[in-house]
């Protein structure tokens, strides 16, 4: 990480193209796009290769 631009860590856009939500994740700091936080959610799943470990995160839980 060279950068210091916050970008999404699923699709990659910044702050200039969508909004974004900072979280923490083993002692990290990553940012995610509103359109892609459900799938953090979710889908958690979805974002291994990305996040370290990210398959064994626990999804929450939705009830629709
Ligand atoms: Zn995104």
């Given amino acids: 990480m060279t950068?210091?631009?916050p970008t999404c860590v699923?699709?990659?856009m910044d702050d200039s193209q969508a909004p974004l939500v900072r979280f923490q994740y083993q002692g990290q700091t990553y940012w995610i796009c509103t359109k892609d936080f459900p799938t953090l959610i979710h889908r958690p799943q979805m974002l291994a290769g990305k996040l370290p470990g990210a398959e064994r995160i626990t999804p929450g839980e939705h009830d629709h």
């Fill in 10 to 12: 699923l699709c990659g």
């Fill in 3 to 5: 950068s210091t631009q």
